[in-house]
């Protein structure tokens, strides 16, 4: 069920869980974010906020580079660990999972950019053909220099 939580926070940010790989002590995700100014944006500070949590688990953060039909690809990697004792093994035996729920509020929880870029935006009470009729068209049809004072 936590799993399951974390997913939901992380699609609420633009990420797309790719695949992911359990331990008891470990979890890795692997996903993409939606290739969109705004969602990149709100994404990396979503990175932001985890990586200057102090939480109960360790969280690393990082692109991994992939080869795709003959193209460079990035995923983002996320690893959620939980915090070893000096013997290397997990303190008090804890299982990774009891910490999603906590990992998923501060995902949550992150600030969003209130800054938005128009990226088009559609002129009103111009037709598409505006420019095939009248005087104003192609660099042919349009008077420039000492015809165009007539």
Not at 85 to 95: F, K, M, Q, R
Not at 122 to 149: C, F, I, M, Q, T
Request: glycine letters at 8%; proline letters at 5%.
């Amino acid at each position: 069920m936590s799993i399951k939580l974390l997913h939901q926070a992380l699609a609420s940010r633009g990420f797309e869980v790719i695949n992911q790989q359990e331990a008891p002590t470990r979890l890795q995700i692997r996903g993409r974010v939606q290739r969109n100014l705004n969602v990149e944006r709100n994404w990396l500070l979503v990175v932001y906020y985890l990586l200057d949590w102090d939480g109960p688990c360790g969280i690393d953060i990082s692109k991994q580079y992939v080869k795709h039909d003959g193209q460079l690809r990035f995923v983002w990697r996320i690893i959620l660990q939980q915090a070893a004792s000096l013997s290397g093994t997990a303190l008090d035996g804890e299982n990774i999972t009891k910490h999603l729920e906590e990992v998923s509020k501060r995902i949550a929880s992150a600030p969003k950019s209130n800054r938005v870029e128009l990226e088009s935006f559609p002129l009103y009470g111009v037709g598409p053909n505006r420019n095939s009729k009248g005087n104003v068209g192609p660099v042919g049809k349009v008077a420039v220099g000492p015809a165009a004072r007539r």
